[in-house]
Nanobody, 125 residues
Framework: QLQLVESGGGYVQPGGSLRLSCAAHGLPWDEYVVGWFFREKSYDGVSCISSKDGSTYYKDSVKGRFTISRDSAKNTVYLQINNLKPTDAGVYYC????????????????????WGQGTWVFMSE
């Protein structure tokens, strides 16, 4: 049974950095996509990564500040967030799905059916 467990959220000052983690257990697909989605922007696909070749997708608004990466040995996907802004505060969800179309299409259209419980990013003053 697939299980996605997010962690790494917490309090951060504006301009600070945070690394979110998504540990995947029981992935049933040979080729799949893992992505990060932001609840405060209607679950926008922030960033996604493909297991096929490690290719990545970023929403335009986060390019240059967010970095997605993976540790295949640990079945974990990370989202590094730098230079945090108040608008980055909220709940980030990790999603996983089989690779069905282009990475961009999957991420932008949120073509995901498996979700973690979410992790909060709070902005401290």
């Amino acid at each position: 049974q697939l299980q996605l467990v997010e962690s790494g959220g917490g309090y951060v000052q504006p301009g600070g950095s945070l690394r979110l983690s998504c540990a995947a257990h029981g992935l049933p697909w040979d080729e799949y996509v893992v992505g990060w989605f932001f609840r405060e922007k209607s679950y926008d696909g922030v960033s996604c990564i493909s297991s096929k070749d490690g290719s990545t997708y970023y929403k335009d608004s986060v390019k240059g500040r967010f970095t997605i990466s993976r540790d295949s040995a640990k079945n974990t996907v990370y989202l590094q967030i730098n230079n945090l802004k108040p608008t980055d505060a909220g709940v980030y969800y990790c999603g996983a799905a089989p690779l069905m179309t282009t990475l961009q299409d999957m991420c932008a259209r949120v073509l995901f059916g498996s979700w973690g419980q979410g992790t909060w990013v709070f902005m401290s003053e």
